[in-house]
């Protein structure tokens, strides 16, 4: 007897056994029920017989290469999740890391403005009391100037006023009129 049912075949070199099995079970079954229904009907012919077995070691190798199939996917899932949790360990030390020195350049730069700020209020206090000694400087230097203090230094020098200075020739005919 050859069945009278086609089955799809897959792309990876079989039959699905959403299909193959229910037929195979049904057949089980019929000829189970035959055997109790006719225990003196004569025996199933050789070839239903062989076809049947054949049909049975078909699926016995189907349900192998699933088996496999399925180990095969099982493995690479596995392995998948394991990459992924090398992965996610990697990708949370790199934002670990990346944190870390991030707040480190954070704190640095901080730091430089802290430090620069500091600098430039010292600048600034200092220009202040600069200013403040300039200004009390220029206020005695004028205060100065605007006194009689100016006549009573000159005064000592004033008739050095007119003094002569003798050239080289006045020097020489004096020395020549001494001889």
Known sequence: ??????????????YDPEEVDPYIQKLEKLLSVEAKVQPSRPEIPKDFLQEFQSIQGELKGYKEIEMTLRDALEAAHKATLDIQEVVDQEARHI??????????????????????????????????????????????????????LWDEVLAPIEPYD???????DDILNDVDENE
Do not use: C, H, W
Not at 3 to 11: G, R
Not at 122 to 148: C, G, H, P, W, Y
Not at 162 to 168: G, L, M, Y
């Open 1 to 14: 007897m050859k069945p009278d049912k086609e089955f799809t075949k897959l792309a990876i070199g079989g």
């Open 95 to 148: 934002l670990y890391e990346a944190n870390k020195n991030a707040d480190d350049i954070i704190q640095q730069a901080l730091e430089q403005s802290i430090s620069a700020l500091n600098y430039i209020k010292k600048m600034r206090v200092d220009a202040r009391v600069f200013q403040k000694r300039f200004k009390i400087l220029l206020a005695a230097q004028n205060e100065f100037s605007d006194t009689n």
């Open 162 to 168: 007119v003094i002569k200075i003798n050239t080289i």
